[in-house]
């Protein structure tokens, strides 16, 4: 299928008023690209497949909506015809779906003009300018599936449902992981660290808590490795059904996984539920400062002897972690590092 984008050059302040302008038009689902910093809150809602670090912010943002073209085509536009030159020229590529009625792309145009002109009269929204482009078909599901191809780590090949085993991998332990577009995939350099470090310490006897599951690749593998019983906590309520398939696609029985969505840090009946004292391991691949304040938290949770494996840490954060493991009374076992990132080993004595 086919889409048109209408992308707005604004300041940072208005977005979410523009934002909301649109909506009221039709314009859903914007997409926005600007440079402001993550705040601590939005830190504790995202894993490690993002840098902790960005450009600087340059109060300049971005708004893209894409609007859906209708099945009958009107007015086509001659072959290599931009869309902005089909406007000027009065001819029009296709007819949109807009609000469930199809409309043209100039009038589409002319009423998000006509809502940024009203904005501009009493705010600042920077430019104000609109582009426009028919984008190529677009999958947002599947597209991101190129990217993802099977790996090893050690001995364990890590492969999406739409490829196969090759014949020299047969020996090797198969994780079949689909992340879905909300988590990361275990390319990561942290989340390997994490594989590396539960093939070492987990056992037969073996319960691991999984803070920041995701889809579930450490708790599957642990579970894997032949640990006993693997709970996993996520804020995120996608993570449910992300968890759900990659437990049936690597033959997990539901018992032997468990998930509970809500923010083990700051919520004590999620703590209450997770249980104290009762783990071997806790796993935790998320970012540094978030296991700051994770740290003095799980220390509880963890079995006397029990085993916290953390990753998710940027280098220059190594120190962050390492001091907030001692302060908590853990014992530092290993410090291991993969590219840029840092995993810190410890164990409550």
């Not at 926005?32 to 830190?43: G, H, R, S």
């Not at 073209?69 to 001659?78: G, L």
């Not at 009269?121 to 426009?132: L, P, Q, R, Y």
Request: with cysteine; aromatic share 6%.
């Amino acid at each position: 299928m086919k889409w048109t984008k209408f992308k707005v050059k604004t300041i940072t302040d208005a977005e979410d008023i523009i934002i909301s302008t649109l909506y009221d038009i039709g314009l859903e689902g914007a997409q926005i690209e600007d440079k402001v910093p993550l705040t601590a809150w939005e830190k504790e809602q995202m894993f490690v497949d993002i840098l902790p670090e960005g450009p600087e912010d340059d109060g300049i943002a971005y708004l893209s909506f894409f609007v859906e073209e209708a099945e009958e085509q009107t007015s086509p536009c001659p072959e290599n015809q931009s869309i902005e030159d089909a406007l000027a020229s009065g001819n029009t590529r296709s007819s949109l779906l807009l609000n469930g009625e199809a409309v043209t792309a100039e009038e589409i145009l002319e009423k998000v003009k006509a809502e940024l002109e009203d904005l501009q009269s009493f705010m600042d929204i920077g430019e104000g300018t609109v582009t426009i482009e028919e984008t190529e078909d677009l999958d947002w599901i599947n597209n991101w599936k190129q990217y993802f191809h099977q790996f090893t780590v050690e001995d364990v090949l890590v492969i999406p449902s739409w490829e196969e085993v090759e014949p020299e991998d047969q020996d090797k332990m198969v994780l079949h992981i689909d992340p879905g577009t909300a988590f990361g995939t275990g390319m990561h350099d942290t989340t390997q660290l994490c594989i590396k470090a539960l093939r070492k310490f987990v056992t037969s006897e073996t319960v691991l808590l999984d803070v920041g599951t995701g889809s579930g690749i450490l708790a599957i593998l642990a579970l894997m490795f032949g640990a006993k019983k693997a709970i996993g906590t996520d804020l995120d309520p996608c993570a449910i059904e992300a968890v759900r398939q990659n437990k049936e696609a690597n033959g997990i029985p539901e018992e032997d996984f468990r998930l509970l969505i809500g923010n083990i840090i700051t919520e004590k009946e999620v703590q209450d539920e997770v249980g104290y004292e009762c783990y071997d391991i806790v796993a935790a691949n998320i970012l540094a400062e978030v296991l700051a304040g994770l740290t003095p938290v799980i220390v509880h949770q963890l079995k006397k002897g029990g085993i916290y494996i953390t990753s998710g840490i940027i280098d220059d954060k190594e120190e962050t972690v390492v001091e907030a493991v001692k302060a908590a009374g853990l014992e530092v076992l290993e410090v291991n590092r993969q590219g840029e990132w840092v995993s810190v080993v410890a164990r409550r004595n």
